[in-house]
Protein backbone atom coordinates (compact mmCIF):
# COMPACT_ATOMS: atom_id res chain seq x y z
CA UNK A 1 0.00 0.00 0.00
CA UNK A 2 1.26 3.76 -0.67
CA UNK A 3 2.59 5.47 2.32
CA UNK A 4 3.70 9.06 2.72
CA UNK A 5 6.17 9.96 5.31
CA UNK A 6 6.99 13.75 6.45
CA UNK A 7 9.53 12.79 8.88
CA UNK A 8 9.19 16.19 10.91
CA UNK A 9 6.55 16.47 13.16
CA UNK A 10 7.81 19.88 14.30
CA UNK A 11 10.13 22.47 12.80
CA UNK A 12 10.96 26.50 14.17
CA UNK A 13 12.57 28.69 12.17
CA UNK A 14 13.70 32.38 12.30
CA UNK A 15 11.29 34.51 10.19
CA UNK A 16 13.37 35.61 6.94
CA UNK A 17 15.33 31.98 7.12
CA UNK A 18 14.81 29.52 4.59
CA UNK A 19 12.71 26.39 5.02
CA UNK A 20 12.30 22.67 3.61
CA UNK A 21 10.07 20.77 4.54
CA UNK A 22 10.62 16.97 3.76
CA UNK A 23 7.58 14.37 1.96
CA UNK A 24 8.68 11.21 0.97
CA UNK A 25 6.61 8.56 -0.45
CA UNK A 26 6.25 4.65 -1.39
CA UNK A 27 4.37 3.27 -4.62
CA UNK A 28 5.65 1.75 -7.34
CA UNK A 29 4.51 4.23 -9.95
CA UNK A 30 4.89 8.06 -9.91
CA UNK A 31 2.03 9.96 -8.11
CA UNK A 32 0.25 12.92 -8.56
CA UNK A 33 1.93 14.82 -5.68
CA UNK A 34 0.31 18.00 -3.00
CA UNK A 35 1.41 19.95 -0.82
CA UNK A 36 -1.60 21.30 1.42
CA UNK A 37 -1.08 23.91 4.12
CA UNK A 38 -3.92 24.22 7.02
CA UNK A 39 -4.03 26.95 9.86
CA UNK A 40 -5.71 26.03 12.99
CA UNK A 41 -9.16 25.00 12.74
CA UNK A 42 -9.49 25.57 9.06
CA UNK A 43 -9.61 23.51 6.10
CA UNK A 44 -6.90 22.80 3.61
CA UNK A 45 -5.27 25.39 1.09
CA UNK A 46 -3.18 23.88 -1.86
CA UNK A 47 -0.06 25.12 -1.94
CA UNK A 48 1.49 23.68 -5.33
CA UNK A 49 1.09 20.14 -6.96
CA UNK A 50 2.91 17.97 -9.23
CA UNK A 51 1.33 15.69 -12.01
CA UNK A 52 4.03 15.26 -14.94
CA UNK A 53 6.80 17.49 -16.22
CA UNK A 54 8.92 20.11 -14.74
CA UNK A 55 10.13 18.47 -11.58
CA UNK A 56 10.62 21.70 -9.63
CA UNK A 57 7.17 23.35 -9.29
CA UNK A 58 6.18 26.83 -8.09
CA UNK A 59 3.22 27.36 -6.01
CA UNK A 60 1.49 30.34 -4.08
CA UNK A 61 3.25 32.40 -1.20
CA UNK A 62 6.38 31.76 -2.74
CA UNK A 63 6.79 27.76 -2.13
CA UNK A 64 8.37 25.45 -4.30
CA UNK A 65 8.74 21.74 -4.35
CA UNK A 66 11.12 19.83 -6.37
CA UNK A 67 10.21 16.50 -7.41
CA UNK A 68 13.50 13.92 -7.07
CA UNK A 69 12.33 10.35 -8.58
CA UNK A 70 15.47 8.69 -7.18
CA UNK A 71 14.41 9.50 -3.99
CA UNK A 72 10.84 9.12 -3.89
CA UNK A 73 10.89 12.90 -2.57
CA UNK A 74 8.80 15.88 -3.13
CA UNK A 75 10.48 18.19 -0.95
CA UNK A 76 8.89 22.11 -0.05
CA UNK A 77 11.11 25.19 0.06
CA UNK A 78 10.40 28.53 1.14
CA UNK A 79 13.58 30.90 0.64
CA UNK A 80 12.75 33.35 3.29
CA UNK A 81 10.22 32.80 5.96
CA UNK A 82 7.67 35.16 7.07
CA UNK A 83 5.58 35.44 10.12
CA UNK A 84 2.31 34.42 8.83
CA UNK A 85 3.71 31.16 7.00
CA UNK A 86 3.15 29.47 10.66
CA UNK A 87 0.77 26.68 10.12
CA UNK A 88 0.73 22.95 9.74
CA UNK A 89 1.96 21.34 6.45
CA UNK A 90 0.69 18.39 4.87
CA UNK A 91 2.37 16.50 2.02
CA UNK A 92 -0.19 13.91 0.00
CA UNK A 93 -0.10 11.87 -2.65
CA UNK A 94 -2.92 10.28 -5.50
CA UNK A 95 -2.96 7.31 -8.05
CA UNK A 96 -4.54 7.78 -11.33
CA UNK A 97 -7.34 10.12 -11.81
CA UNK A 98 -9.91 10.91 -9.47
CA UNK A 99 -8.42 9.23 -7.05
CA UNK A 100 -8.19 9.22 -3.43
CA UNK A 101 -5.16 11.25 -1.55
CA UNK A 102 -3.03 9.97 1.06
CA UNK A 103 -1.45 12.45 3.71
CA UNK A 104 1.30 12.63 5.55
CA UNK A 105 0.84 13.21 9.40
CA UNK A 106 2.06 16.68 8.62
CA UNK A 107 4.60 19.19 9.72
CA UNK A 108 3.54 21.83 12.28
CA UNK A 109 5.87 24.99 11.40
CA UNK A 110 6.70 27.75 14.18
CA UNK A 111 8.02 30.73 13.29
CA UNK A 112 10.34 32.67 15.55
CA UNK A 113 10.45 36.64 15.27
CA UNK B 1 -12.63 29.60 -8.86
CA UNK B 2 -13.09 26.31 -6.93
CA UNK B 3 -15.14 26.98 -3.95
CA UNK B 4 -16.15 24.39 -1.46
CA UNK B 5 -18.15 25.14 1.47
CA UNK B 6 -20.01 23.21 4.71
CA UNK B 7 -22.19 23.98 6.81
CA UNK B 8 -22.07 24.13 9.74
CA UNK B 9 -18.81 25.13 10.60
CA UNK B 10 -19.45 24.51 14.17
CA UNK B 11 -22.23 21.98 15.70
CA UNK B 12 -22.59 20.90 19.86
CA UNK B 13 -24.67 17.83 20.05
CA UNK B 14 -25.64 15.79 23.02
CA UNK B 15 -25.18 12.18 22.48
CA UNK B 16 -27.81 9.88 21.10
CA UNK B 17 -28.68 12.22 18.48
CA UNK B 18 -27.93 12.93 14.89
CA UNK B 19 -26.16 16.17 13.17
CA UNK B 20 -25.96 16.45 9.42
CA UNK B 21 -23.24 18.30 7.84
CA UNK B 22 -22.96 19.69 4.37
CA UNK B 23 -20.65 19.85 1.64
CA UNK B 24 -21.24 22.13 -1.26
CA UNK B 25 -19.51 22.87 -4.61
CA UNK B 26 -20.41 26.34 -4.53
CA UNK B 27 -19.20 27.28 -8.34
CA UNK B 28 -18.42 23.78 -9.91
CA UNK B 29 -19.98 20.51 -10.14
CA UNK B 30 -18.13 17.77 -8.64
CA UNK B 31 -19.40 14.27 -9.68
CA UNK B 32 -17.06 12.93 -6.57
CA UNK B 33 -16.32 14.16 -3.07
CA UNK B 34 -14.54 12.95 0.01
CA UNK B 35 -15.28 13.14 3.14
CA UNK B 36 -12.22 12.71 5.49
CA UNK B 37 -12.06 12.91 10.04
CA UNK B 38 -9.25 15.01 11.36
CA UNK B 39 -8.50 13.83 15.08
CA UNK B 40 -6.47 17.02 17.09
CA UNK B 41 -2.79 17.45 15.83
CA UNK B 42 -3.41 14.56 13.55
CA UNK B 43 -3.63 14.19 9.43
CA UNK B 44 -6.75 13.79 7.92
CA UNK B 45 -8.05 9.95 7.53
CA UNK B 46 -10.49 9.82 4.12
CA UNK B 47 -13.64 8.15 5.82
CA UNK B 48 -15.56 7.24 2.16
CA UNK B 49 -15.56 8.60 -1.27
CA UNK B 50 -19.25 9.87 -2.35
CA UNK B 51 -20.28 9.83 -5.82
CA UNK B 52 -23.08 11.74 -7.35
CA UNK B 53 -26.39 9.21 -7.62
CA UNK B 54 -24.73 6.23 -6.21
CA UNK B 55 -23.94 4.41 -3.01
CA UNK B 56 -20.57 6.34 -1.35
CA UNK B 57 -17.98 4.00 -0.66
CA UNK B 58 -16.29 3.32 2.73
CA UNK B 59 -12.96 2.88 3.78
CA UNK B 60 -11.89 -0.22 6.09
CA UNK B 61 -13.22 0.80 9.36
CA UNK B 62 -15.48 2.83 9.25
CA UNK B 63 -19.33 2.18 9.98
CA UNK B 64 -21.45 3.11 6.95
CA UNK B 65 -25.09 2.89 9.15
CA UNK B 66 -23.12 5.47 11.44
CA UNK B 67 -22.14 7.81 8.81
CA UNK B 68 -24.79 8.33 6.49
CA UNK B 69 -23.43 9.78 3.12
CA UNK B 70 -25.66 10.89 0.33
CA UNK B 71 -24.40 12.63 -2.82
CA UNK B 72 -28.04 13.85 -4.16
CA UNK B 73 -27.01 16.64 -6.69
CA UNK B 74 -23.84 17.25 -8.52
CA UNK B 75 -22.82 20.45 -5.67
CA UNK B 76 -23.98 18.70 -2.80
CA UNK B 77 -22.94 15.91 -0.55
CA UNK B 78 -24.02 15.41 3.15
CA UNK B 79 -22.27 12.94 6.13
CA UNK B 80 -25.32 12.30 9.17
CA UNK B 81 -23.33 10.88 12.09
CA UNK B 82 -26.11 8.93 13.49
CA UNK B 83 -26.57 8.82 17.14
CA UNK B 84 -23.40 10.04 17.79
CA UNK B 85 -21.13 9.42 20.99
CA UNK B 86 -18.28 11.64 22.24
CA UNK B 87 -15.74 9.47 20.62
CA UNK B 88 -17.41 10.68 17.06
CA UNK B 89 -16.47 13.94 18.37
CA UNK B 90 -13.82 15.63 15.85
CA UNK B 91 -13.27 18.22 12.86
CA UNK B 92 -14.72 16.63 9.70
CA UNK B 93 -13.28 18.53 6.22
CA UNK B 94 -14.68 17.39 2.98
CA UNK B 95 -13.55 17.89 -0.60
CA UNK B 96 -14.56 18.27 -4.45
CA UNK B 97 -13.24 16.85 -7.74
CA UNK B 98 -13.50 19.86 -9.94
CA UNK B 99 -13.93 17.35 -12.96
CA UNK B 100 -12.83 14.03 -14.28
CA UNK B 101 -9.54 13.61 -15.09
CA UNK B 102 -7.35 15.48 -12.72
CA UNK B 103 -6.48 14.62 -9.09
CA UNK B 104 -7.41 17.86 -7.59
CA UNK B 105 -9.41 18.04 -4.44
CA UNK B 106 -10.57 21.59 -3.49
CA UNK B 107 -10.88 21.25 0.64
CA UNK B 108 -13.98 22.80 2.34
CA UNK B 109 -13.21 24.85 5.67
CA UNK B 110 -14.50 21.93 8.08
CA UNK B 111 -16.71 21.24 10.50
CA UNK B 112 -16.02 20.77 14.32
CA UNK B 113 -18.35 18.53 15.92
CA UNK B 114 -18.35 18.15 19.52
CA UNK B 115 -20.66 15.48 21.50
CA UNK B 116 -21.40 16.16 24.62
Known amino acids: AQSVTQPDIHITVSEGASLELRCNYS??????LFWYVQSPGQGLQLLLK??????LVQGIKGFEAEFKRSQSSFNLRKPSVHWSDAAEYFC???????????FGTGTRLQVTL | GAVVSQHPSRVICKSGTSVKIECRSL??????MFWYRQFPKQSLMLMAT?????????EQGVEKDKFLINHASLTLSTLTVTSAHPEDSSFYIC????????????FGPGTRLTVT
Open chain 2, 95 to 106: SALKRTGTSEQY
Open chain 1, 27 to 32: YGATPY
Open chain 1, 50 to 55: YFSGDT
Open chain 1, 92 to 102: AVGFGTASKLT
Open chain 2, 27 to 32: DFQATT
Open chain 2, 50 to 58: SNEGSKATY
